[in-house]
């Protein structure tokens, strides 16, 4: 029997996850328990790549089945009953699979050029790819944090493509302005970007100028006069 979900978790926003193949699965991984803290629901998606990947760059080791999957994904983010669900790659009867299904944003972190390459022609071969594409016929949400490097004609025509669809494309390359000390600080700041991006509160990076904004206010000296 599953368990019930609490009343603040079933009224939460709902927030589409897709782990694909690229490097960065802690960038997923961060955001999946910034999704998780802030109070989402969120609906995880985890290509074979992926899983492959996670594993390699990190100590996590995911189990095959999604219901495992979700059963681990929920005690690494901490998230109670019912907020972490995890769907299978075939699972056609899933929200994200349809256009009458949620009306969620759909996150790809990280998104690896071959399901790039999907999305941009509409291939629709498995739940991320069909979520993909639904995310772009119904005008939802889509943010796509590519990571390769060089970027060939390919990638980069690909990224034209699905940008001028609508999809935000998020390359994973954090700036360096916030003088990062650890690789936790270069991962938040990728992902305090998506969360800013989702309209979702964040505390992990201060918005640009926020400081000098703050810094005006508390000394009332004019603020908006030129300096
Ligand atoms: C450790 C590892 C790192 C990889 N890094 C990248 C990468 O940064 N970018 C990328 O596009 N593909 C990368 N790949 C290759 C993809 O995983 C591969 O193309 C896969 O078919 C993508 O499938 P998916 O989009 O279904 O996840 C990597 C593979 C492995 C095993």
Sequence with gaps: ?????????????????????ASGAQYGLRLLQCLVA???????MVSKAAQIVIATETDLKL???PSAMQKVLTEYASAQPGQVVVFGREDWFSPPASGSGDKAPLVVCPCSTGTLSALATGASNNLIERAGDVALKERRQLILVTRESPYSQ??????????????VIMPASPGFYHRPESIEDLVDFIVARILDHLGLPQDLMPRWGEARVNAKMSRNDGFGQQD
């Design 154 to 167: 390919v990638h980069l025509e690909n990224m034209l493509k699905l940008t001028q669809m609508g999809a």
């Design 1 to 21: 029997m599953t368990q019930p979900m609490p009343e603040s978790v079933s009224k939460a926003p709902t927030i589409n996850l897709a782990f694909t193949g």
């Design 63 to 65: 189990p095959g089945s």
């Design 38 to 44: 802030a109070g989402c629901r969120v609906h995880v």
